[in-house]
């Protein structure tokens, strides 16, 4: 099966202690029948034999042989466990670790649209649980599965040895075992894959309602929420008692059947003790070897239904396993040794999601160093054209362009690397506000992270708190106000020093004051040159702009200046008389 070559593909550097392990296990096991043995000799030879006393006169020494051979071999067999149990734990441990890297790797590295198809909770699913039910296959079902077969062959090869028709009657029960387990199979599966789709949904909605919960607060839905959750918590605990009910259904007879083997060596055994057959030693042996004939019986359902388990968990970690991003380097790209310098143009960009049109043939020119202010209507598209800059989605018929080169001809690492983003959705991390700014650049010294938090106004309430720059701010910045985490989030993207700098309606949640500082910051008190492209809708963010783009329903409906704008109909016109009170065709007829 395509899931156990993968297995086997991932233990790539421990496959010989893997290996190892595996034949101390069917060594290990096949030493039981030693000890049985060497009990029937002791038996046979000096307590049932009609010459008992004189044989352990005579033969004293063989009874202290016997007696440390028994002793021997339980503790070479419980070394050796103990060795096995430690491959099996090295080898399974250094598996997961290099598939959960991989799969960080791989989500780490996949596009946008990735995200929109995976929820959070379900990634989270994949890489915890799922992921611990691929270890348990190698170092629990596998391991054990070996160790049974093991021991049951050893037991019977053991049995017909002494004689085979004890161990004919004693395999009588086999088939059955074998015919009820081939049954629990086929209804273990799909019994098992719900209960995997279940705890994804159970895992997503505990996820989304933690992070979302000071909007459930602030709508008082705790109670609405609380239902939902329990439907999926309801959801998931009818898909466990459904796969349960299917294994309870087949285990009470896998378990009558290997207890039905008791009954037929008495029964059995007894007769052919009668006829001289079998020994009384050989009867001993028999039966103390009779629960490595019944317990892998016994457990051969067990062991079932975790691989059904396993093949679910690794069927979902397997297809991100393998998911490949389409946005990559080309082979061809270039490799850039110097800075971009930050020209961008847009050449009849056409960009779909699905059926609908976001952008449709869209083409401007930005020249280095130039500020410009893209504005429009809510889902005219002014984000996803920003996005298609550091290649987040590439457009579907047209160019994009940067320094003159189509953004697929540039490295991801260098075309990203060169490019500073800040949104409107900030995402801050758990750890300190320093670290926050210099997230893109772990050595940075420290009076610059200072001199980029003055730069984006945040240097004041920053100095205003406890342990200033070493404040540890909490999960996606809770503690902060939105306007605080917005110039946290401008901090971290001035202090790249980026050719070309994005700010998609960052300073929305800032005072008109501390918007006017920044503006001038951005302005003048950058230490660097940069293209500065900014989302925005307040008209003060757009005056000063070199080049104003009006988008509307994916198209750019209006191009120009500031003054230029104003002194026609058009969306940017209708904004700054709502937004400043003044009606431009009366001043316009005023001045005439």
Not at 352 to 379: P, R
Request: neutral net charge; proline residues 1%.
């Amino acid at each position: 099966m395509f899931q156990l070559r993968w297995l086997w593909a991932n233990l790539k550097g421990s496959r010989a202690v893997y290996i190892c392990a595996l034949v101390l296990s069917v060594v290990c096991n096949a030493m039981f029948v030693a000890a049985q043995f060497f009990q029937s000799k002791i038996i046979d030879t000096f307590i049932s034999n009609k010459q008992a006393a004189e044989n352990l006169r005579d033969h004293r020494d063989l009874l202290l042989w016997l007696i440390a051979g028994m002793i021997g071999v339980t503790l070479l067999r419980t070394s050796l466990t103990y060795t096995c149990n430690m491959y099996y734990e090295k080898a399974s441990q250094a598996m997961i670790y290099r598939i959960r890297t991989h799969l960080f790797r791989k989500i780490e590295n996949q596009d946008m649209d990735f995200y929109d198809r995976y929820r959070t909770g379900d990634l989270m699913t994949r890489l915890t649980g799922d992921l611990d039910m691929v270890r348990h296959m190698v170092s629990w079902v596998i391991s054990n599965t070996v160790a049974n077969l093991a021991l049951f062959a050893a037991s019977m090869i053991y049995f017909f040895t002494i004689d085979y028709r004890t161990a004919l009657c004693i395999m009588t029960m086999t088939p059955v075992i074998f015919f009820v387990t081939r049954l629990f199979s086929r209804h273990a599966g799909p019994a098992y894959r719900k209960v995997r789709e279940t705890s994804s949904a159970l895992n997503t909605a505990a996820q989304e309602n933690i992070s979302g919960n000071r909007v459930v607060k602030a709508f008082a839905k705790e109670d609405y929420e609380i239902e939902k959750f329990r439907k999926k918590d309801e959801e998931y605990r009818g898909a466990n008692i459904k796969a349960a009910m299917v294994w309870l259904k087949y285990h009470p007879i896998i378990d009558i059947a290997a207890g039905a083997l008791s009954v037929i060596l008495l029964i059995c055994g007894g007769y052919f003790m009668i006829k001289q057959h079998l020994t009384m030693g050989q009867y001993v042996a028999i039966s103390g070897l009779l629960w490595a004939v019944g317990n892998p019986m016994r457990n051969m359902g067990t062991y079932v239904n975790d691989f059904h388990r396993f093949m679910a968990s690794a069927g979902k970690v397997i297809e991100i396993y393998y998911e490949a991003p389409r946005i990559v380097d080309r082979e061809d790209a270039a490799e850039n040794k110097e800075k971009l310098r930050g020209d961008i143009e847009f050449k009849n960009v056409t960009f779909s999601i699905g059926e609908k049109k976001i952008l449709d043939n869209v083409s401007f020119k930005i020249n280095a160093g130039e500020t410009v202010v893209i504005m429009g209507e809510t889902g005219s598209g002014k984000t996803t054209l920003v996005n298609l800059i550091p290649r987040f989605f590439d457009c579907d018929r047209g160019e994009v362009l940067v320094d003159g080169r189509n953004v697929r001809m540039h490295k991801l690492h260098t075309l990203r690397s060169s490019i500073g983003i800040a949104t409107q959705d900030v995402m801050l991390y758990s750890d300190t506000i320093d670290s926050n700014i210099a997230y893109g650049d772990s050595d940075m010294e420290e009076e610059y992270v200072k001199r980029c938090a003055e730069l984006s106004a945040a240097s004041d309430f920053i100095e205003k708190l406890p342990d200033k720059y070493e404040t540890i701010v909490g999960e996606r910045g809770v503690g902060l106000s939105g306007g605080q985490k917005q110039r946290i989030s401008l901090a971290r993207a001035i202090a790249v020093r980026p050719a070309v700098l994005i700010l998609d309606d960052t300073t929305s949640a800032v005072d008109m004051e501390t918007e006017h500082y920044i503006q001038q910051s951005l302005s003048g008190g950058l230490d660097f040159e940069c293209t500065k492209i900014i989302i925005a809708q307040r008209i003060s963010s757009s005056k000063n702009a070199d080049k104003i783009i009006i988008l509307e329903n994916g198209k750019i409906s209006d191009m120009g200046t500031h003054d230029e704008l104003i002194k026609h109909e058009g969306y940017y016109r209708q904004i700054y008389e709502l937004q400043s009170g003044i009606n431009c065709a009366a001043e316009s007829e005023v001045t005439v």
